[in-house]
Antibody, heavy 115, light 110 residues
Framework: EVYLVESGGGLVKPGGSLRLSCAAS????????MTWIRQAPGKGLEWVSG????????YYADSVKGRFTISRDNAKNSLYLQMNTLRAEDTAVYYC????????WGQGTLVTVSS | QSVLTQPPSVSAAPGQKVTISCSGS????????VSWYQQLPGTAPKVLIY???KRPSGIPDRFSVSKSGTSATLGITGLQTGDEADYYC???????????FGGGTKLTVL
């Protein structure tokens, strides 16, 4: 069975940094594109960033481009999201998702940006 | 303002049918897969439909989809109170080079 477990969330001050991790199991991690998606409190879902399995290309929503960096370590079956220059509007639950068939999502980790 | 457009809310009585539309463009729905997610209150989203029309195991055939041009529609028949949730569509946008969600639709089963 596919499992995705996010970690690394917490409280951080505006302008600060945080690194999220997503531990994957139950599938051949290196073969699938991976994605981060977030949901601000009381708001809808927002696609944040993705990384290709085939060539490592990365993709970012305009709202995080230049501040967030997605990466993957296939040897560790792990996905990461380095978040810099955090803003209050980055406060959200962050989910990692796999492009498996069907797609799978983790349970999310909460990031709160507040002074 | 979301790239994909969904109605903010829909409602119907138990046992009835409801449809939720998702409107986009040729750069997303028109040329890429659409998936649909259900989010029950206080829980993580769950995939209902992926790759336009595939249902994961365990998703009943009460949930169906249609896609035409730059729009997709989720249909739910035999409504149950347990179907009350937020529903989201998702597609890749080839022009933006990132994924785009609809704004979400809140389903109320009266």
């Amino acid at each position: 069975e596919v499992y995705l477990v996010e970690s690394g969330g917490g409280l951080v001050k505006p302008g600060g940094s945080l690194r999220l991790s997503c531990a994957a199991s139950g599938f051949t991690f290196s073969s699938y594109d991976m994605t981060w998606i977030r949901q601000a409190p009381g708001k809808g879902l927002e696609w944040v960033s993705g990384v290709s399995a085939s060539d490592g290309r990365t993709y970012y929503a305009d709202s995080v481009k230049g501040r967030f960096t997605i990466s993957r370590d296939n040897a560790k079956n792990s996905l990461y999201l380095q978040m810099n220059t955090l803003r209050a509007e980055d406060t959200a639950v962050y989910y990692c998702a796999s492009s498996t068939s069907p797609p799978h999502w983790g349970q999310g980790t909460l990031v709160t940006v507040s002074s | 303002q979301s790239v994909l457009t969904q109605p903010p809310s829909v409602s119907a009585a138990p046992g009835q049918k409801v449809t939720i539309s998702c409107s986009g463009s040729s750069s997303n729905i028109g040329n890429n897969y659409v998936s649909w997610y259900q989010q029950l209150p206080g829980t993580a989203p769950k995939v209902l439909i992926y790759e336009n029309n595939k249902r994961p195991s365990g998703i009943p055939d009460r949930f169906s989809v249609s896609k035409s041009g730059t729009s997709a529609t989720l249909g739910i028949t035999g409504l149950q109170t347990g179907d009350e949730a937020d529903y989201y569509c998702l597609s890749w946008d080839s022009s933006l080079s990132f994924g785009v969600f609809g704004g979400g639709t809140k389903l109320t089963v009266l």
